[in-house]
Every structure is written in structure tokens, then in C-alpha cells.
């Protein structure tokens, strides 16, 4: 979801706002030790750490150390699953068909057999965030006051315990978003579902039930969606539902097991209808080089990470676009340490190197991706079921036209390219008629970098689906093919 808003960025006022599961939150300096923003009137965020630094901050090492498996076999059968949902204003049918799809999930994960038939008996922990870390744009009118930024932390209540999160800012009401799919109130012992042959975690359901109400998280979010940085957040392993032994913070002193397991396969899932918005430095949203219009929009989230070549100007088409680091005066970055200014986003390289240290590690690691990509036309026939036609070989990088303005939208088309920088990877509808729309997504570069870069020769990794799709069921059936490829039976 998009914002319209000028952005001051000098003093602000403290204001400390509850979260539904009572957690307290200072928007200006309780971001994770991560990316901890600055105190002045920049809105400047630290620098990052790199080289040596970058890999002690995280934890472990590249050697094989705590990171890797323990090779007595029961490695083999564990998958740790992190789920990062979109939670803006435009995200309710989407998490809708998403929610649909948690128990067809949680079924192909309990049966999961290897290519014998064996059952594998797949011992599978589960965590939701959202895409959500704060930015100074969206204090005040379009953050509620009991609003508060999940940056990375797990969420663990049944949507049915937290009901204001499923009023939009517009104060459209979302609530079936939530009751369609949770008619039990399951929840958890744990800030995330566990469960094997032997059982699981889950209060007042089955893992199913528990998926289905803690999966759903709202649509009241920030605008600037961050999925990147809320999945390194979710995923660093010093945070104390990674690490409850060095847990030093008392809201998570009650957790007494880590989702992140030394020993398991990792899959992530990243669902989001915008650009990446990880900032590094928040005076990007007030940066004159990111901004199309007279107002801080979504198109500084394109347009700080995002560079494109060969525009055709008849048809309004690029040959390309790519992900890359720009400065606040929107010229290139290079180079590791990012010498003189830094990116305004997130360097892509955080990530990249992220989850490839873990590999290092002897992790497996899996994406799937539900994105602003056209709709795939066929898959694979046989496990892990990925994307042959359609989807991202189909995608385009283009400016909006005037077919892509849906019914009732005041703007025109020069209007939304001002807004998001770039126009629309995908548009849905609701039938074959194209008549009511169900909403429409902007192409997910910085995302299909870091998801792509973890294919290795053929064996596929990376699976990216459309979210202007109206059945998720078949971006189920690729996690859980490529899951299944990585997985063995427990010996």
C-alpha cells in the first residue's frame, strides 16, 4: 500500500504506544540492535557493520560452527518456516487467500514423503512477522495509537485476540480476513508452532487451527514495507526466540526453545503487493533524488533501489531493471564498506550474505515468494513444482497506462507512476470479465535478487508466485515441493 505525505524529519515527540500483546514500543530507539536509528534530526540510521563484523554481530561463523548440522542424522527431517506478511491497507484479500491455504499446508507438511514414498515425519517449527519496521513516514495519521511496528518479532496470538488490527486506515473493516479462516482461537505455548509425529505446541487446536488464526495479521500497518529487513530481523540468531539460553530482554524471558534450529532446512516466505522499503537511512524519505512528485510517496522505495535501462519511450517499456544501492543524492554506492554516504536502503548485499553464510553453514535454505509477478501459466509436473511459463519470465518493467487506472480511482496514469515510480507487475480480478479488480502489485526486484540468488545450478530454491492470483494453492504446492526435495526421512 501506498502513502502520500510530506515528511519533516527534525525533533520529534516521544510517544510510546501498546501493542495488542502488551509490548511497548519507542518508535524513535527500540528498533533491534540491527538497525538502530539515529538520535539527531537526520533520521540517519547506523552504520552497518562489514567483513569479520558483519558475521560476529549475527552470530556463528562461516566455518561450520554453531550454525551447522550436527551429522547424527536427525537433521534431516526438521524445517524451521518463516512466514513475513504484507500488513498494509491493501493486503486483505490477499491474506484472505493466503489464510485459505495454512491448513492445505500444514497437511502436505504432515505427509510429506520422499521420492520412495517414504514418510519423512517432518519435524516443522513455524513463525509469522510482518513486513513491517517502522518508518517516521507513517507516524501519526496513519499509525492507530495502539499500533506498534512488529520489526522482525514473532506474533504469536489468534487474529482473534488482536480485532483492531483488521480496520483499515480508511476505516474499511477487514475483519472476515481473519473470522473466514480462525473459528477456533488456537494459539500457542511457544511465539511459534511446533509440531512432529510425536505432537505439537498448539492450545485449543491442531497446527492447522493455530496457522490459520496466527497467520492473518491485519491490515493496519506501515505503507513502506520493509520484508527484507523484517526477515533478517525474525531470523537473527542472538534475538531470544532464537536464543533463549543468552535471552537478556524480559518481554521474551518466558521462552524456553528456539524457532531457529541449528539443525533444520530453513524456508521463508515473503508476501507483499509493493517494492522493498528496508531503509538504512530514513532522510531518503525526504530526499529530493527518490521523490517523482511534491510529496514522499512509495516511489522513493523504487526509486533509492532500484536502476533500469533501455526505455522505449513508445511503448513505455524498459529492457530491464535491477537492484541496486544509491546514496541520498541518488547516486550509486559501491563498494563493501560504502565508503562517504551511505544507501539510503539497505545495501541487497545484507542479504545475499546473509543467508549465504548460512549455507555456509550446511543450512538449506528455501524462498517462496508471493509478489507483484504476472500470473504463472504452468509449473513443473513433477516435485519441486516450480514456475515453467508465466510469472516472473513474463514480467515487464513499465510505466502506467491509463488501462491500468482500476474503476473509482481519481488518478491518472502519470499520477501513479509519480506514486510508485514504476507501474504495476501484476493486476488481479476477480473473474474472467476484468471487471472488479482485486487489487494490483508493483514489481519486487530487491526480492527476486535475494530469492533467485539461492538457486544452485538446478536444484531449485527460489519459487515466485503472483499475488494478484486469486488461488495461493499452487505457490503451497512449490514450498512444499522444494521442501520435500530437501528433506529426508528421519533414520
Same mark, same amino acid.
Given at each position: 500500500? $501506498?502513502w502520500t505525505?510530506t +515528511?519533516?524529519?527534525?525533533?520529534?515527540?516521544?510517544i510510546?504506544?501498546?501493542?495488542d500483546?502488551?509490548?511497548?514500543?519507542d518508535?524513535?530507539?527500540?528498533l533491534?540492535?540491527?538497525v538502530?536509528?539515529? /538520535?539527531?534530526?537526520?533520521?540517519?540510521?547506523?552504520?552497518?557493520p562489514?567483513?569479520d563484523?558483519?558475521?560476529?554481530?549475527?552470530g556463528g561463523?562461516?566455518?561450520?560452527?554453531?550454525?551447522?548440522?550436527?551429522?547424527?542424522?536427525?537433521?534431516?527431517?526438521?524445517? %524451521?518456516?518463516?512466514? =513475513?506478511?504484507?500488513?498494509?491497507?491493501?493486503?486483505? #484479500?490477499?491474506?484472505l487467500?493466503l489464510?485459505?491455504?495454512?491448513?492445505n499446508?500444514?497437511?502436505?507438511?504432515?505427509?510429506?514423503?520422499d $521420492?520412495?514414498?517414504?514418510?519423512i515425519g517432518?519435524?516443522?517449527?513455524?513463525?509469522?512477522?510482518?513486513? @513491517?519496521?517502522?518508518?517516521?513516514?507513517?507516524?501519526?495519521e496513519?499509525?492507530?495509537p495502539?499500533?506498534?511496528a512488529?520489526?522482525?518479532?514473532?506474533?504469536?496470538?489468534?487474529?482473534? *485476540?488482536?480485532?483492531?488490527r483488521? #480496520?483499515?486506515?480508511?476505516g474499511?473493516?477487514?475483519?472476515?480476513?481473519c473470522?473466514?479462516?480462525?473459528?477456533?482461537?488456537?494459539?500457542?505455548?511457544?511465539?511459534?508452532?511446533?509440531?512432529n509425529?510425536?505432537g505439537?505446541?498448539?492450545i485449543g487446536?491442531?497446527?492447522?487451527?493455530?496457522l490459520?488464526?496466527?497467520?492473518?495479521q491485519?491490515v *493496519?500497518?506501515?505503507?513502506?514495507e520493509?520484508?527484507?529487513?523484517?526477515?533478517?530481523?525474525?531470523?537473527r540468531?542472538?534475538?531470544?526466540?532464537?536464543?533463549?539460553?543468552?535471552?537478556?530482554?524480559?518481554e521474551?524471558?518466558?521462552v524456553?526453545k528456539?524457532?531457529?534450529?541449528?539443525?533444520?532446512a530453513?524456508?521463508?516466505?515473503? &508476501?507483499t503487493?509493493?517494492? @522493498?522499503?528496508?531503509?538504512?537511512?530514513?532522510?531518503a524519505?525526504?530526499a529530493?533524488?527518490?521523490?517523482?512528485?511534491?510529496?514522499t510517496?512509495?516511489? =522513493?522505495?523504487?526509486n533509492?533501489? +532500484?536502476?533500469?535501462?533501455?526505455?522505449?519511450?513508445?511503448?513505455?517499456?524498459?529492457?530491464?531493471?535491477?537492484?541496486? *544501492?544509491r546514496?541520498?543524492?541518488?547516486?550509486? +554506492?559501491?563498494?563493501p564498506?560504502?565508503?562517504? %554516504?551511505?544507501?539510503?536502503?539497505q545495501?541487497?548485499?545484507?542479504?545475499t550474505?546473509?543467508?549465504?553464510?548460512?549455507?555456509?553453514?550446511?543450512?538449506?535454505?528455501?524462498m517462496?515468494?508471493?509478489l507483484?509477478?504476472?500470473e504463472?501459466?504452468e509449473?513443473?509436473?513433477e516435485?519441486?513444482f516450480?514456475? &515453467?511459463a508465466?510469472g =516472473?519470465? %513474463?514480467?515487464?518493467?513499465?510505466?502506467?497506462?491509463?488501462?491500468?487506472?482500476l474503476?473509482?480511482?481519481?488518478?491518472?496514469a502519470?499520477?501513479?507512476t509519480d506514486?510508485?515510480?514504476?507501474?504495476?507487475?501484476?493486476?488481479?480480478?476477480e473473474?474472467?470479465?476484468?471487471?472488479?479488480? /482485486?487489487?494490483?502489485?508493483?514489481?519486487?526486484?530487491?526480492i527476486k535478487?535475494?530469492c #533467485?540468488?539461492l538457486?544452485?545450478?538446478?536444484? +531449485?530454491?527460489?519459487? &515466485?508466485e503472483s499475488?494478484?492470483?486469486?488461488?495461493?494453492?499452487?505457490?503451497? %504446492?512449490?514450498?512444499?515441493?522444494?521442501?520435500?526435495?530437501?528433506?529426508?526421512?528421519?533414520?
Amino acid at each position: 500500500m $501506498h502513502w502520500t505525505r510530506t +515528511v519533516a524529519l527534525g525533533a520529534t515527540t516521544l510517544i510510546l504506544a501498546c501493542s495488542d500483546d502488551g509490548r511497548e514500543q519507542d518508535p524513535n530507539t527500540t528498533l533491534p540492535p540491527i538497525v538502530v536509528p539515529g /538520535t539527531g534530526t537526520s533520521g540517519g540510521m547506523e552504520t552497518e557493520p562489514s567483513g569479520d563484523e558483519f558475521v560476529d554481530e549475527f552470530g556463528g561463523d562461516s566455518t561450520g560452527g554453531p550454525l551447522g548440522c550436527s551429522g547424527d542424522g536427525l537433521c534431516q527431517n526438521q524445517i %524451521d518456516l518463516l512466514f =513475513v506478511v504484507d500488513n498494509s491497507g491493501t493486503m486483505g #484479500e490477499e491474506q484472505l487467500n493466503l489464510s485459505r491455504q495454512y491448513a492445505n499446508l500444514i497437511e502436505k507438511l504432515e505427509n510429506l514423503t520422499d $521420492h520412495d514414498g517414504n514418510p519423512i515425519g517432518a519435524d516443522v517449527n513455524i513463525m509469522v512477522t510482518t513486513t @513491517d519496521m517502522w518508518n517516521p513516514s507513517c507516524d501519526g495519521e496513519w499509525v492507530k495509537p495502539d499500533y506498534v511496528a512488529a520489526s522482525g518479532d514473532p506474533i504469536y496470538t489468534a487474529c482473534t *485476540d488482536r480485532p483492531g488490527r483488521f #480496520e483499515s486506515h480508511d476505516g474499511t473493516d477487514f475483519s472476515t480476513t481473519c473470522t473466514d479462516v480462525c473459528t477456533t482461537g488456537a494459539t500457542v505455548e511457544d511465539p511459534f508452532i511446533h509440531f512432529n509425529s510425536f505432537g505439537n505446541n498448539v492450545i485449543g487446536g491442531t497446527p492447522a487451527d493455530a496457522l490459520s488464526c496466527i497467520g492473518p495479521q491485519g491490515v *493496519d500497518g506501515c505503507g513502506y514495507e520493509a520484508p527484507l529487513e523484517s526477515m533478517i530481523q525474525a531470523l537473527r540468531p542472538q534475538s531470544c526466540w532464537n536464543d533463549p539460553l543468552g535471552c537478556t530482554e524480559e518481554e521474551w524471558a518466558w521462552v524456553n526453545k528456539p524457532f531457529l534450529r541449528p539443525d533444520a532446512a530453513l524456508a521463508i516466505v515473503l &508476501i507483499t503487493d509493493e517494492a @522493498d522499503c528496508s531503509m538504512k537511512n530514513y532522510a531518503a524519505m525526504n530526499a529530493d533524488a527518490f521523490i517523482e512528485g511534491e510529496a514522499t510517496t512509495s516511489a =522513493v522505495c523504487w526509486n533509492a533501489g +532500484v536502476q533500469c535501462s533501455g526505455f522505449d519511450a513508445a511503448t513505455g517499456t524498459y529492457a530491464e531493471c535491477h537492484a541496486v *544501492d544509491r546514496a541520498l543524492d541518488g547516486s550509486l +554506492v559501491t563498494g563493501p564498506d560504502f565508503p562517504g %554516504d551511505a544507501p539510503a536502503l539497505q545495501p541487497l548485499s545484507r542479504y545475499t550474505e546473509f543467508l549465504d553464510r548460512l549455507k555456509a553453514d550446511g543450512k538449506d535454505i528455501i524462498m517462496l515468494g508471493i509478489l507483484g509477478v504476472p500470473e504463472v501459466r504452468e509449473h513443473n509436473a513433477e516435485p519441486p513444482f516450480e514456475p &515453467i511459463a508465466g510469472g =516472473v519470465a %513474463d514480467l515487464e518493467y513499465r510505466e502506467w497506462t491509463d488501462a491500468d487506472i482500476l474503476p473509482g480511482d481519481a488518478d491518472n496514469a502519470a499520477a501513479k507512476t509519480d506514486k510508485f515510480g514504476i507501474g504495476p507487475g501484476c493486476t488481479g480480478f476477480e473473474d474472467a470479465s476484468m471487471t472488479i479488480s /482485486t487489487g494490483q502489485a508493483i514489481p519486487p526486484v530487491r526480492i527476486k535478487e535475494v530469492c #533467485e540468488s539461492l538457486n544452485d545450478g538446478e536444484d +531449485v530454491r527460489c519459487c &515466485i508466485e503472483s499475488i494478484c492470483d486469486d488461488d495461493f494453492s499452487p505457490a503451497i %504446492d512449490c514450498l512444499a515441493g522444494i521442501i520435500q526435495n530437501v528433506l529426508e526421512p528421519i533414520k
